[in-house]
């Protein structure tokens, strides 16, 4: 924005008066420079008064692009930040897309179970069905680690469902987690339904299920750690 003009910068460049004429009225300003030029006579008073529209309107022009230009600036935020939304939403829909068809890597499912902020678990748990055994394995073994309840839960329950032996070693330990019931009770269910072992039994029978068929268990030192 460019400086103010002063009322005798217009003047003159109006051609309402001399160059000369102002500079004999600034050099004995002792009032407002505008009746200074009318009381020597150089000035008409409705020239004055045009000048000093002219001198308004200029105030108000450059006073209008700035707010134009403070709108502009607005604008091209709220349209930046709407083009990074719409392009997160796009990325959220297509992965959650590729979640649902089984096109993500084992790693990125994997990172999905394994961290305990990472949303769509739920959704991750499910798409296990569409991976190989081996990678359905790996993954299920995961999710028996994980730090949330809900997740070591459906785990539990889809391990039952396939009833593989290699799952054992991961169960037992489950079996001890006295803050939880509700997984402890699941894994006693899926361990009985593989191993032919009753549930309720003594935790050593799983133990030695286990020593039998060489499987190495890890047994929590804390019982009660998730």
Same mark, same amino acid.
């Given at each position: 924005?460019?400086?103010?003009?002063?009322?005798?910068? =217009?003047?003159? +460049?109006?051609?309402?008066?001399?160059?000369?004429?102002?500079?004999?009225?600034?050099?004995?300003?002792?009032?407002?420079? $505008?009746?200074?030029? =009318?009381?020597?006579? %150089?000035?008409?008073?409705?020239?004055?008064?045009?000048?000093?529209?002219?001198?308004?309107?200029?105030a108000?022009?450059?006073?209008?692009? *700035?707010?134009l230009?403070?709108?502009?600036?607005?604008?091209?935020?709220?349209?930046?930040?709407? *083009?990074?939304? /719409?392009?997160?939403?796009?990325?959220?829909?297509?992965?959650?897309?590729?979640? $649902?068809? $089984? @096109?993500?890597?084992?790693?990125?499912?994997?990172?999905?179970?394994?961290?305990?902020?990472?949303?769509?678990?739920?959704e *991750?748990?499910? @798409?296990?069905d !569409?991976?190989?055994?081996?990678?359905?394995? +790996?993954?299920?073994?995961?999710?028996?680690?994980?730090?949330?309840? %809900?997740?070591?839960?459906?785990?539990?329950? /889809?391990?039952?469902?396939?009833?593989?032996?290699? /799952?054992?070693?991961?169960?037992?330990?489950?079996?001890?987690?006295? +803050?939880?019931?509700?997984?402890?009770?699941?894994?006693?269910?899926?361990? +009985?339904? =593989?191993?032919?072992?009753? !549930?309720?039994? !003594? /935790? !050593?029978?799983?133990?030695?299920?286990a020593?039998?068929?060489?499987?190495?268990?890890?047994?929590?030192?804390?019982?009660?750690?998730?």
């Open positions: 924005m460019g400086r103010k003009k002063y009322i005798g910068e =217009i003047l003159v +460049e109006e051609g309402l008066v001399k160059p000369e004429h102002l500079k004999e009225a600034l050099g004995e300003q002792k009032k407002q420079i $505008g009746q200074i030029l =009318i009381d020597k006579g %150089y000035l008409q008073a409705e020239d004055l008064d045009k000048a000093l529209k002219v001198q308004v309107g200029i108000r022009s450059e006073k209008y692009a *700035a707010y230009r403070g709108t502009l600036v607005f604008l091209l935020v709220v349209v930046a930040a709407l *083009a990074v939304q /719409f392009l997160r939403v796009n990325a959220q829909a297509s992965f959650l897309e590729r979640l $649902g068809d $089984g @096109s993500l890597s084992v790693e990125e499912v994997r990172k999905i179970i394994s961290e305990p902020g990472a949303p769509h678990k739920m *991750a748990l499910r @798409s296990i !569409n991976y190989t055994p081996s990678e359905r394995e +790996e993954l299920l073994k995961k999710a028996l680690q994980s730090k949330l309840w %809900y997740v070591r839960l459906y785990a539990v329950m /889809f391990t039952q469902k396939k009833g593989n032996v290699r /799952f054992v070693p991961h169960l037992i330990p489950l079996t001890l987690q006295k +803050e939880e019931p509700v997984v402890r009770f699941a894994a006693g269910e899926a361990l +009985e339904k =593989i191993t032919g072992v009753p !549930n309720g039994t !003594n /935790f !050593n029978a799983w133990l030695n299920y020593k039998l068929q060489k499987m190495k268990v890890s047994v929590p030192k804390d019982p009660a750690a998730p």
